[in-house]
């Protein structure tokens, strides 16, 4: 009965739309939220759709995203990282250090830096990041602190680093060969793709293919899911969470590291709200706080999601004091409207399964 079930599931998915194969209802449901934004942006506003704008739009929210694929496997597992914009600011201060001619022995006699010392001070920003992530995670599983608690300590801890290291001062006088990372873009046509964007994309493909093609993505969802089962099932649920923060720490390193080669500098202030907006992104692209259900892909339209409303507001004149208040209610209403279907229809995913089901109808 059980493999006539799994036959009759499998000539479904081959029958079903393309549009269907790729996308589940998780992200249907946000990705019709981010197109209806992008038209009501682009009515009240012509300037939304140019080229340049929406070049602008894709490298803003870029390490936004990036830092927020490692965050997404940490809230599957049912945890929080409230680190990521700290550890950020950490990791970009780091590698700044080593390529300023204010700090850095590695120079050459004009300030510039070969490519092995651009490779090693990139490395050193992922390693520092990674770092604050592994501590997250045993602070979580031998130390047994909530996640809170922990990434709330490391928030602190890393931001003053940033402040003790540098004393206060920002990191500047970067080589341009290093600030290429940040600010190259790609011509296409009349569009110009963003350097740090190609490497979201890159990142977010990895990722994806980490959380569903492997047994660790397993069994980052089957801890969400029950963590009690899992551990009964077998999984070593302790070394799956440690993993989980030392990639949530390594892909905010390297957001922090993509941040301040555009920047640029790198100040101890850099990033400084920015685990917000990763959690933003996460959550708005559809993954569920209480664990075992979200997706590498609903977080990308998430972090696109935020990008856009950041954009469009201000080309509307929406002053920027008004953007926290404008995020915090993005963020409430789509849990408070998944919430809500899931009660009506008695499963989880309710508002982006709903999406997908007037879809199917449709099609």
């Given at each position: 009965m059980s493999q006539m079930t799994a036959q009759e599931s499998s000539k479904g998915q081959a029958a079903a739309p393309w549009w269907r194969r790729a996308f589940r209802g998780q992200?249907?449901?946000?990705?019709?939220?981010?197109?209806?934004?992008?038209?009501?942006?682009?009515?009240?506003?012509?300037?939304?759709?140019?080229?340049?704008?929406?070049?602008?739009?894709?490298l803003n929210f870029s390490w936004t995203a990036i830092a927020a694929f490692g965050a997404t496997m940490v809230i599957i597992t049912a945890g929080i990282d409230l680190s990521a914009g700290s550890v950020m600011a950490l990791a970009g201060l780091a590698a700044a250090m080593l390529l300023s001619p204010d700090h850095s022995t590695l120079l050459g006699p004009e300030g510039e830096a070969s490519a092995a010392v651009i490779v090693l001070a990139v490395a050193v920003g992922l390693l520092i990041g990674a770092l604050c992530g592994l501590i997250n995670g045993l602070l979580i599983t031998i130390a047994r602190l909530p996640p809170f608690i922990a990434t709330l300590g490391m928030l602190q801890i890393a931001r003053g680093i940033c402040y003790g290291w540098s004393q206060g001062w920002p990191v500047q006088y970067l080589p341009q060969n290093f600030m290429i990372l940040g600010r190259h873009n790609f011509a296409i046509g009349s569009f110009n793709l963003p350097l740090p964007s190609v490497i979201m994309l890159v990142l977010g493909i990895i990722a994806w293919l980490f959380l569903t093609r492997t047994v660790w993505g397993y069994r980052i969802f089957a801890i969400g899911g029950n963590m009690q089962a899992a551990r009964l099932s077998g999984i070593n649920t302790m070394r799956t969470q440690t993993m989980v923060y030392t990639i949530a720490g390594l892909l905010a390193g390297a957001g922090g590291v993509l941040l301040t080669a555009r920047l640029g500098v790198a100040a101890p202030t850099a990033a400084i709200g920015y685990e917000l907006d990763v959690i933003?992104?996460?959550?708005?692209?559809?993954?569920?706080?209480?664990?075992g259900e979200g997706s590498i892909l609903g977080t990308l339209i998430g972090a696109a999601i935020m990008g856009v409303l950041r954009t469009g507001l201000n080309l509307i004149g929406v002053e920027a004091y008004w953007l926290p208040s404008a995020q915090g209610l993005i963020i409430i209403g789509a849990i408070t409207l998944d919430q809500w279907f899931k009660r009506r229809r008695g499963q989880r995913g309710g508002l982006s399964r709903m999406f997908a089901g007037w879809l199917g109808r449709s099609a």
């Open positions: 992200e249907l449901g946000i990705l019709l939220v981010l197109i209806g934004m992008i038209v009501i942006f682009s009515l009240l506003n012509n300037r939304f759709l140019t080229p340049v704008n929406l070049t602008n739009i894709m933003a992104a996460v959550v708005v692209g559809g993954t569920s706080t209480s664990g």
